[in-house]
């Protein structure tokens, strides 16, 4: 049986402290892997990553821009 992931519904700033939680170590030195699955999984849902390449307008080259959005 699978569990449905608790954290889909949090709010980005409820995210980052679950992450925070999550990804430090416990008593015994490990990692709870589930939740931070979960967390990554929920993070990805509410954030979107857009990169662009623009030729760059002064010169030679090109300008990397990249938008980390909240949906």
Not at 8 to 14: R, S, V, W
Not at 32 to 53: F, G, N, P, R, T
């Amino acid at each position: 049986m699978t569990i449905p992931n608790p954290f889909l519904d949090c709010t980005l700033p409820e995210l980052v402290e679950a992450w925070k939680v999550f990804s430090a170590p416990r008593k015994d030195g490990t990692l709870d892997h589930e939740a931070m699955e979960w967390v990554s999984e929920a993070v990805d849902e509410k954030l979107y990553l857009q990169a662009s390449i623009i030729p760059n307008p002064l010169g030679a080259g090109s300008i990397n821009i990249v938008f980390l959005m909240e949906l």
